[in-house]
T-cell receptor, first 115, second 115 residues
Framework: AQSVTQLGSHVSVSEGALVLLRCNYSSSVPPYLFWYVQYPNQGLQLLLKYTSAATLVKGINGFEAEFKKSETSFHLTKPSAHMSDAAEYFC?????????????FGTGTKLQVIP | DTGVSQNPRHKITKRGQNVTFRCDPISEHNRLYWYRQTLGQGPEFLTYFQNEAQLEKSRLLSDRFSAERPKGSFSTLEIQRTEQGDSAMYLC?????????????FGPGTRLTVT
């Protein structure tokens, strides 16, 4: 069964500091991995996705994530935090099997950016 | 393209009542998903449609829940005999394509409160 674990339900960083949000996955087959962002009172928006191409994936708003098979990780990073990055971030996994599109989400990490 | 829309945005109902939510996906998207999100959790998969066919249902979807997507366009999610445990945000998403998991576009959700 596929699953993701997000370490840290809340992360605080200073404006301009590095953002690192951790995600570890479990999947019986090579996975598809996603990071979504959710702003208050809005739906989830895709930041980036890994689909077995390049292991370093660049997304929107300056975010990127690196797929590390040996560590079963897909951590999200951004070199310099901006106040507008404050939101909740969800890591998600899909093993793409069974002919359907089930995506399993993590429990989320709320990012606080301190001025 | 106005994105995925959901109605109503908020619903308060008394225990035992039936409720119905509507989701209008992005017009050309052939896939539609329903998720449930409770406080402090990530979205949990409920069900998935490809065109008008309901291809996958989670065990979370008890017999009190039913979803339809007539003509492969909008979808409805009905909850019969609501319980307080049904209180949650119900999210709809849509995507286009075939094969592996595609980017899912989420609506803003319907927040259900059962009193």
């Amino acid at each position: 069964a596929q699953s993701v674990t997000q370490l840290g339900s809340h992360v605080s960083v200073s404006e301009g500091a590095l953002v690192l949000l951790r995600c570890n996955y479990s999947s019986s087959v090579p996975p598809y991995l996603f990071w979504y962002v959710q702003y208050p009172n809005q739906g989830l928006q895709l930041l980036l996705k890994y689909t077995s191409a390049a292991t370093l994936v660049k997304g929107i708003n300056g975010f990127e994530a690196e797929f590390k098979k040996s560590e079963t990780s897909f951590h999200l990073t951004k070199p310099s935090a901006h106040m507008s990055d404050a939101a909740e971030y969800f890591c998600a996994v899909s093993d793409g099997t069974g002919g359907y599109q089930k995506v399993t989400f993590g429990t989320g990490t709320k990012l606080q950016v301190i001025p | 393209d106005t994105g995925v829309s959901q109605n109503p945005r908020h619903k308060i109902t008394k225990r035992g009542q039936n409720v119905t939510f509507r989701c209008d996906p992005i017009s050309e998207h052939n896939r539609l998903y329903w998720y449930r999100q409770t406080l402090g959790q990530g979205p949990e998969f409920l069900t998935y449609f490809q065109n008008e066919a309901q291809l996958e249902k989670s065990r979370l979807l008890s017999d009190r829940f039913s979803a339809e997507r007539p003509k492969g366009s909008f979808s409805t999610l009905e909850i019969q005999r609501t319980e307080q445990g049904d209180s949650a945000m119900y999210l709809c998403a849509s995507s286009l394509g075939s094969g592996g998991p595609q980017e899912q576009y989420f609506g803003p959700g319907t927040r259900l409160t059962v009193t």
